[in-house]
Nanobody, 127 residues
Framework: QVQLVESGGGLVQAGGSLRLSCTAS????????MGWFRQAPGKERDFVAAISWGGGSINYADSVKGRFTISRDNIKNTVYLQMNSLKPEDTAVYYC????????????????????WGQGTQVTVSS
């Protein structure tokens, strides 16, 4: 059974940084793209970033481009989200997810293409 466990969330002041981690177990991590999504209170879940199985394809939401960096370590079965220059509007619960398609060539920004999700980690950015 696939399990994803996020960590690294917390409270930070605007302009600060956080690094989220998501460690996977129960499947061959290196064969699947990974994505980060976030959901703020009262809002729908939004795409944040995704990285292909080999790391060669990466996509970011426009709202985080230039501030967030997604990366992965296929030896540690872990995907990371480095978040810099955080803004209050980045406040949300952040979820990692694994793609449902084996070695998809281009990453998907649709949550429907991800079939396993972590429990989420809260990120709060104060102004």
């Amino acid at each position: 059974q696939v399990q994803l466990v996020e960590s690294g969330g917390g409270l930070v002041q605007a302009g600060g940084s956080l690094r989220l981690s998501c460690t996977a177990s129960g499947h061959t991590f290196s064969n699947y793209a990974m994505g980060w999504f976030r959901q703020a209170p009262g809002k729908e879940r939004d795409f944040v970033a995704a990285i292909s199985w080999g790391g060669g394809s990466i996509n970011y939401a426009d709202s985080v481009k230039g501030r967030f960096t997604i990366s992965r370590d296929n030896i540690k079965n872990t995907v990371y989200l480095q978040m810099n220059s955080l803004k209050p509007e980045d406040t949300a619960v952040y979820y990692c997810a694994t793609d449902r398609i084996f070695r998809r060539r281009e990453v998907s920004i649709s949550g429907r293409q991800y079939d396993y999700w972590g429990q989420g980690t809260q990120v709060t950015v104060s102004s």
